[in-house]
């Protein structure tokens, strides 16, 4: 298995552009996570989805944000107006998720997006 | 609203020296705790995990970590550090019966050869 797969590994934008991130995930998983990762922040949960339906998206900045899950292997994070704050590395992550949520993430190599 | 702390935010230590990253987390109710590694470069990977049992875990690299259910704690050691250890960890809990997972905002280690 090729693991989580994401695109683009990185994105240089201007201020206003929408972005797109996209997430492949690990066969089987039904989990899916989305965070997001700066220095001042850490690692912050955006959303995160069990069986392709979103499940907690309370960690989404604001209405700019959208992710979705259009079948069970794949996922988009789109910004839409893109700002410079939304300057991160973006994270996808997978798991077999489980009633007991003793669920390991495998996570992808992370989506790098610097906005001008 | 759940969070985890990780108490330093930066730790600057020689090679032989002993390692202890502090996490806490604030909610109640049975939960599954985790500690991820981030080396320079690449993405999150497991280094050891809590669902039951045993409170002393054991992990890859010759970490451990001990959940101390009364202090809310899930420590991460080591007891001697080299070179390659030096990455970010990153302390993650979720509820027993719930797949979120939040991290806590990481602890930058250095280790100097």
């Known amino acids: 298995d090729a693991g989580v797969i994401q695109s683009p590994r990185h994105e240089v934008t201007e201020m206003g552009q929408e972005v797109t991130l996209r997430c492949k995930l690990i066969?089987?998983?039904?989990?899916l996570f989305w965070y997001r990762q700066t220095m001042m922040r850490g690692l912050e949960l955006l959303i995160y989805f069990n069986n392709n339906v979103p499940i907690d998206d309370s960690g989404m900045p604001e209405d700019r944000f959208s992710a979705k899950m259009p079948n069970a292997s794949f996922s988009t994070l789109k910004i839409q107006p893109s700002e410079p704050r939304d300057s991160a590395v973006y994270f996808c992550?997978?798991?077999?998720?489980?009633?007991?949520?003793?669920?390991?993430?495998?996570f992808g190599a992370g989506s790098r997006l610097t906005v001008l | 609203a759940q969070s985890v702390s990780q108490h330093n935010h930066h730790v600057i230590l020689s090679e032989a020296a002993s390692l202890e990253l502090g996490c806490n987390y604030s909610?109640?109710?049975?939960?599954?705790l985790f500690w991820y590694v981030q080396y320079p470069g690449q993405h999150l990977q497991l280094l050891l995990k809590?669902?039951?049992?045993?409170?002393l875990v054991k992990g890859i690299k010759g970490f451990e970590a001990e959940f101390i259910k009364s202090k809310f704690s899930f420590n991460l050691r080591k007891p001697s550090v080299q070179w390659s250890d030096t990455a970010e960890y990153f302390c993650a809990v979720n509820r027993r019966g719930n797949n979120d997972m939040r991290f806590g905002a990481g602890t930058r280690l250095t280790v100097k050869p």
């Open positions: 909610y109640g109710g049975t939960v599954n």
């Open positions: 809590y669902f039951s049992g045993d409170p």
């Open positions: 066969s089987g998983h039904n989990s």
């Open positions: 992550a997978s798991s077999l998720g489980s009633v007991s949520g003793a669920n390991v993430l495998t």
